[in-house]
């Protein structure tokens, strides 16, 4: 039985600034994770980085606190993408990583992801260990004034991700005569994305760069591409990049301007791989939600589709245990295992940019190896998730299932956040796609107030 957890969520722990994630939290949790790594006499220490979030400061210098007060030394970064991060903890041979960030949420949320000495975020046991520590009476086992931490800033980190980055990349290739627009989210890769870029040879064009605390994700970044589309046509550039606030995702927009999803950048970079005799596996990994014509597509170039439960750590657990190198989301957290232990917004960018170079084809063709089946996604609001298991539902679910038969498929699941079912159905009708989610959804919404009453 899974033991729900009071802090950690499927990626970190995250929530609305100042009222969830307190500076006495983050304390707390500095204190409760120092403890858990010290682990031999060696001088431990801890890289923090975040995003450009107003309570970044906050929660930074409360994690310092925390982690000086039980004896570990702390170097702190500024404003690093989360891949950046993990690849620092790594680097750096620091004990422990902790990025700052809310991902793609709006600037008055904030959260604390945590890294371990090999850049890999922690497993569902050592989290529960952290909480146990965070709600006891720590105390005593805080460090004598004598063996208390330091911390400094350290500068030279930005060139370094940079470096990692660029080297992902073939010898020689260069992006020279390519116009590129990038879209930083006024978020944590605001500096390095459009610098590596520059570095490689292309021409810059960067928005949402000028972050000011508040507007981080505002109508910019990989979630409103909008503004990306509009600079992509206005300026005739050859392909937009959309990052989001953390950078460990990635929307690429081809030259007409039209959004190219992570299901496409996994299909180009996995028969580039496939072609190159890079993947360690004949295949790569998903989540339940990546498109049916992706899962076709690589069937048919030989490649198999492994597909886990929704969250980027449930594709890497999968990862790691089977030896795959290559896996995703179509939401666009793109895990390449030879170069980062998490998503790399940037560095999957770099990939689909040198497969475009040697191709020498536009975008909107290298990146279009597939056409997507027809998907429909509703959300039911219930009062209770117990609806799913209702006779009438249960039969709706199976009639869909056998009007869609092997050319489509259902994926109905509750939302891990809210009392909401999602019903998402797929297939290559998508007139029948529609009418089998509608009467699915029908069946959840008249047992819902049944359920609520019983």
Not at 229 to 237: D, H, L, S
Not at 244 to 249: I, K, P, Q, T
Not at 329 to 353: K, N, W, Y
Request: glycine share 10%; with cysteine.
């Amino acid at each position: 039985m899974t033991i729900a957890r009071k802090y950690f969520g499927t990626d970190g722990i995250r929530g609305r600034a100042n009222s969830a994630i307190t500076p006495d939290l983050a304390l707390r949790v500095g204190q409760a994770v120092g403890l858990v790594f010290q682990r031999g006499e060696h001088r431990h220490r801890v890289v923090i980085g975040k995003d450009t979030r107003l309570s970044g400061y906050m929660i930074e210098y409360a994690m310092v606190a925390g982690f000086t007060s039980v004896g570990m030394d702390v170097l702190l970064l500024g404003p690093m993408p989360t891949p950046a991060v993990a690849m620092l903890t790594r680097s750096m041979r620091a004990d422990i990583g902790v990025m700052i960030s809310a991902s793609h949420n709006a600037y008055e949320d904030n959260g604390i992801k945590i890294f371990g000495p090999d850049g890999f975020k922690l497993s569902d046991e050592v989290e529960r260990s952290i909480e146990a520590l965070v709600d006891s009476d720590m105390s005593a086992q805080l460090s004598k004034s004598g063996d208390l931490g330091r911390a400094k800033r350290v500068d030279d980190v930005r060139a370094r991700y940079i470096e990692a980055a660029k080297l992902t990349l073939p010898r020689h290739l260069s992006l020279d005569g390519l116009r590129i627009v990038v879209d930083c989210a006024h978020g944590a890769a605001y500096r390095v994305a459009p610098e590596a870029l520059w570095e490689l040879g292309a021409e810059v064009i960067p928005i949402g760069v000028d972050p000011d605390g508040m507007n981080i994700n505002r109508e910019v970044g990989s979630t409103s591409p909008e503004a990306l589309i509009r600079k992509v046509r206005e300026t005739r550039a050859d392909i937009g990049i959309a990052l989001d606030g953390d950078a460990d995702r990635v929307l690429i927009i081809d030259e007409q301007g039209h959004p190219v999803n992570g299901d496409q950048v996994m299909a180009v970079v996995a028969q580039s791989w496939k072609e190159d005799g890079r993947l360690s596996k004949p295949g790569i990994v998903t989540t339940v939600m990546s498109n049916l014509g992706l899962e076709r597509y690589l069937a048919s170039i030989g490649l198999t589709m492994a597909r886990t439960a929704v969250g980027d750590r449930y594709v890497l657990e999968h990862m790691r245990e089977h030896g795959f190198n290559l896996g995703g989301e179509q939401s666009g957290h793109i895990i390449l295992s030879d170069f980062s232990t998490t998503g790399d917004g940037l560095v999957s960018a770099l990939q689909v940019l040198a497969v475009v170079r040697r191709r020498q084809r536009p975008v909107s063709e290298v990146c279009h190896l597939f056409e997507p089946l027809p998907q429909v996604l509703k959300n039911v609001r219930t009062s209770s998730r117990a609806a799913m298991e209702q006779d009438s539902v249960v039969r709706a679910i199976a009639e869909g299932e056998r009007k869609l038969g092997k050319d489509g498929r259902l994926l109905i699941r509750p939302s891990g956040t809210e009392l909401v079912i999602r019903v998402m159905g797929e297939g290559d009708d998508l007139k029948m796609v529609e009418a089998v989610v509608d009467s699915i959804c029908a069946a959840i919404e008249g047992n819902s107030t049944k359920v609520a009453a019983e």
